[in-house]
């Protein structure tokens, strides 16, 4: 019995053991599973206040009162646009008229009120009439408000039949200004995103045009009238402006290449923005010697409607050579520069280059005399063009030509040339210490072979050139657009092509800029 006992006492407590691991157990699957419960709970909790967060900031972004927001879940975002229509155009005493019709179209779901819209123009187009709005050109911007009775464009509406009859030079002129117009509500600018940004910025936000910049519209609508400030190129924004661009050989010599789908090649596939005619005064047929100046004027002219029509910069280039001094043909140079300033001077986008390299023992001294003369004569028709001064030695010298600048006068550039094979670190030197003690230049031509236009290719130290160009910002011009059989001609040779160029019809040379000029 004793060890019955014994035995019934050890198999209750065996018992009562078992019941506590049961009990033990029971409470920890219970803990586990309110851990879990709570964890699932708290991560739900969690992703919900991602969400409501996530949710919160994007219908807080600050939006500028004239953006249209919608604040359903879908978060639509409102549009609103501006387009303009050539509805007529006939020829005129100008040259060409036409009816340009424009239309703002809401679609958003809220009311828009205190509309403008802005709409650049070549120089020279005048506005002729109007109707349904308030009209004013100034500075290549024509500015159009609302009347009294068509200031609010209702929600999912629009506002038309605001129109206007403009003069212009030629068609493609009138037809330039069917793009790029802009919509502002309250004074900012309305994209076509329904996005609505300020356009002011700080000084130190402005951004500095890159010469790999793609950008939509001409460079002229961009742009604008450009200026000198200190030592760069600014537009007509205040910020940078880089010219890049290529010259003409002697116009009169290959005027075939002389033409608007030329210079369209050059802006659409190469990313040119500026054309320099180079007109010899001299040898062979130049303009004050033995040439025809009627047919030579001519091609100036078309060349100067050609790169406007297409909102291109042009530079008319007085191209000194084989007479060495500008004082030579002084008196020619006057009537030219008369005659064409004054016929160019609601142009904004022509640039004067009074004397192209300057040589044979020509002083700084013989220039800026010849220069003091000639500026005055264009500025009395062109108040602001920019004039470009060329510098003793070919246009070397710009730091002597730094040393005693022409003060009287804004808005003015010094030349430098460079053929990559003969002008190395020299010439580099002389253009970084005239940059750096204040004096504007540019690089008006240039070749990457030796300084005949022939020889051989100098690819290291034509990309050291490019090197001290990206670093200054320097505006440049390559010479030269022509099929001639020699290193600094753009043209193969053997290609009779005089636009629509393909990149097999370019030679080395034309090869090498085109690919600098886009950034490749």
């Not at 003409?248 to 054309?275: C, L, M, Q, S």
């Not at 800026?368 to 108040?383: D, H």
């Not at 003060?407 to 003969?422: G, K, L, P």
Request: hydrophobic share 35%; glycine share 8%; net charge negative.
């Amino acid at each position: 019995m004793k060890v019955r006992n014994n035995m019934s006492g050890g198999e209750n407590k065996s018992k009562s053991t078992k019941i506590m691991i049961g009990i033990i157990a029971a409470l920890a699957v219970i803990i586990i599973a309110l851990v879990v419960i709570l964890v699932m709970q708290g991560g739900k909790k969690k992703d919900k206040t991602t969400t409501e967060e996530k949710t919160t900031t994007e219908q807080a972004t600050p939006t500028d009162a004239a953006t249209p927001v919608d604040a359903t879940p879908s978060n639509e975002e409102a549009d609103c646009y501006v387009t303009i229509n050539n509805s007529a155009g006939w020829e005129s005493a100008s040259g060409y008229s036409g009816q340009l019709d424009a239309k703002i179209t809401n679609e958003s779901s809220k009311e828009l009120n205190n509309w403008s819209i802005e709409l650049d123009v070549p120089s020279g187009v005048t506005l002729d009439s109007s109707w349904n709005g308030n009209f004013e050109i100034k500075d290549n911007v024509l500015t159009i408000t609302p009347v009294e009775y068509n200031g609010t464009i209702a929600a999912n509406g629009s506002v038309g039949d605001i129109g206007f009859i403009v003069n212009a030079s030629s068609e493609a002129q009138l037809k330039s200004m069917t793009e790029g117009a802009r919509l502002y509500i309250d004074g900012q600018l309305y994209t076509s995103s329904g996005d609505s940004e300020a356009e002011e910025t700080t000084e130190e936000e402005k951004p500095v045009s890159s010469s790999t910049a793609t950008e939509s519209g001409t460079p002229f609508a961009n742009h604008g009238k450009l200026a000198v400030s200190g030592t760069d190129l600014v537009d007509k924004n205040g910020n940078k402006y880089q010219l890049k661009g290529v010259s003409t050989h002697g116009i009169g010599w290959f005027p075939d290449y002389v033409n608007e789908d030329a210079f369209k090649t050059f802006r659409d596939d190469w990313d040119a923005n500026v054309i320099r005619l180079a007109m010899y005064t001299h040898e062979n047929g130049g303009y004050c010697t033995d040439g025809d100046k009627t047919y030579l004027k001519n091609l100036v002219d078309t060349g100067v409607q050609a790169a406007t029509d297409l909102g291109m910069y042009v530079i008319v280039d007085w191209h000194v050579l084989q007479e060495n001094n500008p004082q030579t043909y002084k008196e020619e140079a006057k009537a030219f520069f008369e005659e064409m300033s004054k016929k160019y001077k609601d142009y904004d986008n022509v640039i004067y280059e009074i004397c192209n390299e300057p040589n044979g023992g020509t002083t700084w001294q013989d220039v800026k005399s010849y220069a003091e003369e000639i500026i005055p004569i264009i500025r009395n028709n062109a108040p602001d063009a920019i004039i470009i001064v060329g510098t003793p030695t070919w246009c070397q010298d710009v730091d002597v030509a730094a040393k005693d600048p022409i003060t009287d006068y804004d808005n003015i550039m010094y030349a430098i040339h460079f053929y990559a094979a003969t002008h190395t670190d020299n010439i580099r030197s002389k253009a970084r210490e005239a940059r750096d003690s204040g004096l504007p230049i540019i690089v008006s031509e240039f070749s990457i072979c030796d300084a005949s236009g022939n020889g051989a290719i100098d690819y290291n130290q034509a990309e050291q050139w490019f090197d001290l160009i990206d670093e200054y910002n320097l505006s440049y011009a390559a010479w030269n657009v022509s099929n001639k059989a020699e290193t600094s001609s753009l043209i193969q040779s053997s290609c009779t092509k005089t636009s629509g160029w393909t990149v097999d019809d370019l030679s080395d040379t034309g090869k090498w800029i085109r690919a600098k000029m886009r950034g490749e």
